[in-house]
């Protein structure tokens, strides 16, 4: 997995008010927490974190220069603007080297489906644990000589050196079925015969 250095601030300002404030100067607002410390208000640079996660993904590894020490740390929860894309809060997670952490990882499919099949993804991302220095990007799925009517449950993948598996290992990943045909995709339209009834005249205005 990647590693990032960022140079993170503390924050003193709170509230929607010192939030705003913060991103207007080009930071993210940030909370560090875990090990049963406080939690520490923080800015992170948002151009630098952002390039981290498009590099690093979502469970990128981030050495933050904080108050003259330095603190490892994962993003656990991230919010962007829906609108405009913007990062506007970030909740991080401190770990040590060595520590062992549940993520979650997203799967990366690869490969070429059978002819006639058509892929269908139950899940996209599965829990795995890991050393919180060694936390897997992406997971790949091969779908190369799946049949028709196969399935790929948590239990099938292939996890990183030193990965373990959190999810349920029955739960279904993946499954390829049968393309759909014209004739199934063609709705039958059924005919509407007229009624025999009279149709009463419309009530006078008042």
């Known amino acids: 997995m990647s590693e990032v250095r960022l140079i993170a601030d503390t924050r003193t300002e709170f509230g ?21 410390e406080q939690p520490r208000h923080v800015a992170l640079p948002a151009r630098e974190f952002g390039n981290a996660i498009r590099h690093g993904g979502a469970n990128v590894l981030l050495t ?32 040590r080297r060595g520590e062992k952490v549940t993520v979650v990882v997203p799967l990366s499919i690869v490969g070429s489906l059978v002819a006639g099949g058509m892929l269908a993804q139950e899940n996209n991302t599965v829990s795995v644990e890991a050393d919180a220095t060694r936390l897997p990007s992406e997971i ?5 000589g799946l049949e028709i009517g ?47 009834e009279p149709v009463a005249p419309a009530e006078a205005a008042e």
Request: avoid cysteine.
């Open 140 to 144: 790949e799925v091969s779908i190369d």
């Open 150 to 196: 196969s399935h790929v449950t948590a239990g099938d993948l292939t996890l990183p050196a030193g990965s373990s598996l959190v999810t349920d290992a029955e739960t279904i990943m993946l499954l390829i079925q049968a393309s759909p045909t014209e004739a199934d995709l063609a709705e039958p339209v059924e005919a509407v015969e007229p009624s025999s």
């Open 64 to 95: 933050l220069e904080l108050d003259g020490a330095e603190q490892l740390a994962i993003p656990k929860a991230i919010q962007r603007n829906p609108i405009k894309g913007h990062y506007e809060h970030v909740d991080l997670l401190s770990v």
């Open 16 to 36: 929607k008010g010192g939030a705003r404030r913060t991103r207007r100067a080009g930071k993210i607002p940030a909370v560090i927490y875990g090990h049963g």
